[in-house]
């Protein structure tokens, strides 16, 4: 297996790595340079652990060449900072404060994902950041609260640029009429009553 020397620009630093023409970008930042934020999840880009930014833009890379990413920005989870005090991001900050971690194994992806979104200076609805995340998969289902701190942190995005918006209160189960709890229990019991393991 030949290899070559490239160079990377990775979290704001130059980085010369050898790597082999069919590397992925995710074998290279985790196996060579030790940035252990990005997770190998299902290894066919469906589900985001793998997630970096490439000049602003989320991207899977575990089904991204490490050979395509010479001369863009690379940044991971460790990259991440406020350009004004260099202290963690407004998302960072969110995702800690709407308790938007369960086991953290998607955590990483999810941050880089809503700094896309954040970065986009748009003041997307609750309906559309749950669009703009479909591509991130939690298995915890923790997805309320992350679109819940992705909204806040939108929020604080606008405020700084004098952006009118508002947060929508949040929802859990426990708020809904009895009508809806009624609802998500049958279909709860209809699930399991059409169990393939039982069969």
């Known amino acids: 297996m030949s290899k070559k020397?490239?160079?990377?620009h990775v979290n704001g630093k130059n980085q010369e790595v050898a790597v082999d023409e069919r590397e992925s970008l995710y074998e290279t930042l985790r196996n060579e340079l030790?940035?252990?934020?990005?997770?190998?999840?299902?290894?066919?880009?469906?589900?985001?652990?793998?997630?970096v930014l490439l000049n602003g833009r989320c991207v899977d890379s575990c089904i991204y060449l490490t050979v395509w990413a010479v001369g863009k920005d690379i940044?991971?989870?460790?990259?991440?900072?406020?350009p004004t005090n260099g202290d963690i991001t407004d998302v960072q900050?969110?995702?800690?404060?709407?308790?938007a971690v369960q086991c953290g194994f998607c955590t990483p992806g999810f941050i880089l994902k809503?700094?896309?979104i954040v970065g986009r200076n748009i003041p997307y609805t609750r309906d559309e950041i749950?669009?703009?995340?479909?591509?991130?998969?939690?298995?915890?289902?923790?997805?309320?609260?992350?679109v819940t701190a992705i909204e806040h942190a939108i929020k604080h995005n606008m405020d700084k640029l004098g952006i009118a918006y508002e947060v929508q209160p949040?929802?859990?189960?426990?708020?809904?009429?009895?009508?809806?709890?009624?609802?998500?229990?049958?279909?709860?019991?209809?699930?399991q009553d059409n169990d393939v393991t039982k069969n």
């Open 5 to 8: 020397i490239i160079t990377l």
């Open 34 to 51: 030790r940035l252990t934020s990005i997770k190998k999840g299902c290894e066919v880009g469906e589900c985001g652990a793998c997630s």
């Open 75 to 82: 940044v991971t989870v460790e990259g991440l900072k406020d």
């Open 93 to 99: 900050k969110e995702f800690i404060k709407q308790a």
């Open 114 to 116: 809503a700094v896309e």
């Open 130 to 146: 749950k669009q703009l995340i479909t591509g991130n998969l939690c298995r915890c289902t923790g997805y309320m609260n992350i």
């Open 170 to 191: 949040s929802t859990t189960s426990f708020d809904l009429p009895d009508e809806e709890k009624e609802k998500m229990l049958k279909d709860v019991l209809a699930m």
